[in-house]
């Protein structure tokens, strides 16, 4: 796995792309725009230097990473020369099941292809390639600099010998690999999470308490370092929302719908940190 693409430059797949880098391997990002890919090396360098300025990373390492690190808008090329594919695209079905078609018509044969998405399984994008054994889940966390869990699952079509793969490469990324032996909407750690944000979400709706205190019993009784009102800002109101979609879509349980509050929030655009304004406002900063 000398050779890694990352599919997506956003928040999460410039990271990992980075995360890649860091790791001594050749990574591409692609994303559909320049801009997209300028905004992605921008907050990169930015994020970096901050860790270099902290002592986090010498500035050695940065240099040495970013040189490994290309950017391109050409997809096709990028997976012509591609060991191994991480897809952190929009967590929409359709556009997932199209990249992977596509990629599966540009990468050799023997390339794995792997999505970051935790709410839509490899079991739904499988059949759009014509490589089921070699496709599987590879899940980071926001942010993937840091956080070290990455949540491995396959379909029952996954080789072992894809699952190991994958497995290995996270340890070679410094992550702590989860292994699932069955796949399931959501995986480990979001299911659990994602218990504790429509609690959350439920008591604010009763009018039990306010967003800032529920997050304030959650750091202050629970040890969490972000309360759940916090962390849905972090990282993106809208991610969470598709992710409850996608995970309805599987299971069809009413449940599993978005809440009305994050519906609101949503249609309205107020997404978190990244649009000024969620749960909480961020105009000051921005």
């Not at 997809?75 to 591609?82: E, S």
């Not at 499988?126 to 379909?155: I, K």
Request: with cysteine; hydrophobic share 40%.
């Amino acid at each position: 796995m000398d050779r890694l693409l990352v599919v997506g430059a956003g928040t999460m797949g410039s990271q990992i792309a980075m995360v890649c880098a860091l790791a001594g391997h050749d990574t591409t990002v692609t994303d559909v725009t320049d801009d997209a890919l300028d905004r992605a090396r921008a907050q990169l360098q930015a994020r970096l230097d901050r860790d270099v300025a902290k002592e986090r990373r010498t500035r050695d390492d940065v240099d040495a990473a970013f040189d490994r690190l290309t950017f391109t808008t050409d997809l096709d090329a990028a997976a012509a020369g591609a060991d191994l594919v991480i897809e952190a695209a929009v967590e929409k079905l359709d556009v997932k099941r199209e990249v992977f078609a596509r990629l599966d018509k540009a990468a050799p044969p023997q390339t794995i292809l792997t999505t970051n998405s935790s709410a839509i399984m490899s079991s739904q994008i499988a059949d759009a390639t014509g490589r089921p054994d070699r496709v599987a889940n590879m899940h980071f966390f926001n942010p993937a600099l840091v956080m070290r869990c990455v949540e491995v699952v396959g379909s029952d079509d996954t080789s072992p010998e894809t699952m190991e793969t994958v497995t290995a490469l996270a340890r070679r990324l410094g992550k702590e690999p989860v292994v699932l032996h069955k796949e399931i909407p959501g995986f480990v750690a979001n299911r659990i999470l994602g218990a504790v944000r429509d609690e959350a979400i439920s008591l604010l709706e009763q009018g039990v308490s306010s967003v800032k205190d529920i997050d304030t019993a959650c750091r202050t009784a629970l040890g969490h370092p972000m309360g759940p009102f916090e962390l849905m800002d972090l990282t993106g109101i809208d991610i969470g929302y598709h992710a409850k979609l996608a995970r309805h879509a599987v299971t069809g349980d009413p449940r599993d719908l978005p809440s009305r509050t994050v519906t609101e929030l949503v249609e309205r655009g107020d997404l978190g940190r990244k649009t000024g304004k969620g749960f909480y406002s961020y105009e000051d900063e921005r």
